[in-house]
C-alpha cells in the first residue's frame, strides 16, 4: 500500500450560496484521511459556512449505509479569518466519500484540506 500526502485547495467556493459544492471525491480503490481543513473568510462581512462528508459506504460493524453528515454547520467566520474545522481531529472516507463545502455567500470562503491517500 503506498500513501500519498496531498494538499486540495480552492480559492472561493461554493459556486452558488446555499449549493453545496464537490472539495474532494476519493478515487477508486483509495482511502483516504482527512489531516486537516482550513476555511477562510474573503469577504468584507461575516459568512456562515458548512462542510458535509457525503458517504453511501457501509461498514464499521453497521449493516446499515452511511448517509450525508456534517462536520461543520452554519459555523460563523468573522471577516479575514479562519477556523480549523477538525481542529486537530481526523476523518476517514472511503472510494466515493465527497467532502462539500457551502456557504451563506457565492465564492466567499477559501478552502484547503490537507490529506493522505492509501492506495
Not at 496531498?6 to 449549493?19: G, W
Not at 473568510?41 to 453528515?69: D, P, Y
Request: include cysteine; hydrophobic fraction near 40%; charge should be negative.
Amino acid at each position: 500500500m503506498a500513501n500519498t500526502f496531498k494538499v486540495v485547495s480552492h480559492d472561493v467556493m461554493p459556486a452558488s450560496a446555499t449549493t453545496p459544492e464537490d472539495l474532494y471525491t476519493v478515487p477508486g480503490s483509495t482511502t483516504t484521511v482527512v489531516i486537516g481543513l482550513m476555511l477562510a473568510n474573503v469577504h468584507t462581512a461575516q459568512v456562515t459556512a458548512s462542510v458535509k462528508l457525503v458517504s453511501t459506504t457501509s461498514g464499521g460493524g453497521r449493516t446499515a449505509t452511511n448517509t450525508t453528515t456534517f462536520l461543520a454547520k452554519d459555523v460563523p467566520i468573522a471577516v479575514g479569518e479562519s477556523i480549523n474545522v477538525l481542529a486537530g481531529g481526523k476523518v476517514v472516507l472511503e472510494t466515493g466519500d465527497k467532502i462539500q463545502i457551502d456557504c451563506s455567500v457565492s465564492d466567499k470562503v477559501s478552502v484547503t484540506m490537507s490529506i493522505m491517500e492509501i492506495t
